[in-house]
């Protein structure tokens, strides 16, 4: 596994649980108001957690912690994934993922093989929007759709998140993502936070009002929508 960044001890990554956060190195995306820049674009200059390093705290912790979280970057990229999981679950550990779920043909895999505990998928958009939120022009929408698909029918927790940015999102497009999470579990909306890591600079939060006003639109199609980080 290409680890490039371990947390140790978090209450805020894995809901419910006292956990550990690792972090993978490399994205497929390039959204531009993504805060781990060094990681999605320039993995190779941040240093390596070695994979028995990781193993070895948790075996320490047994009994602390409860879970562990695989973020990156995108860590579905990671050929060794499905080995690293089940090395974790055998230490007792629950596993959350997340993903941006461009390969759900992975994603598919470990739930079928029993794996994972909790999914977060990172929704980017409007289906109209994609491109420019991802970052990817030529970005095949049809592979998002179908992770929203498989999780939709999973039988494991998981939730569906946006990343809510002024100067990159409007209003009135969260009816069209609420649309295409309709019937989903759980759906948070997360307020931008400015960072000096993003790729791209220029994008603001929006107020508490307006994160209100789209909570309440995306309520409409899906029964649990909170918001986090609005101050």
Known sequence: MEIHGFNKTTLLDYPGHVAATVFTGGCNFRCPFCHNADLVLNPGS????PEEEVLSHLK?????LEG???????PTLQ?????????IRELGYLVKLDTNGYMPEVLTHLL????????????KASPDNYQIASGCPGIDFDRIEKSISVLKH?????????????GLHTVQEFDAISRLLEGGR???????????????EGFRAFPADVMEEIREKAGKYIDKVE?????
């Open 68 to 74: 562990v979280c695989i973020t990156g970057g995108e």
């Open 46 to 49: 941040q240093p390596l957690v």
């Open 60 to 64: 320490k912790r047994r009994g602390i």
């Open 154 to 166: 999973c039988k494991i927790p998981y939730e569906f998140r946006t990343t809510v940015v002024q």
């Open 112 to 123: 079928a093989e029993g794996m994972l505990d909790y999914v977060a998928m990172d929704v």
């Open 186 to 200: 759980a759906y948070y909306l997360q307020a931008f936070r400015e960072s000096e890591n993003v790729i791209q």
């Open 227 to 231: 918001l986090r980080g609005v101050k």
């Open 79 to 87: 050929p060794d994934l499905p080995d690293f999981i089940r090395k």
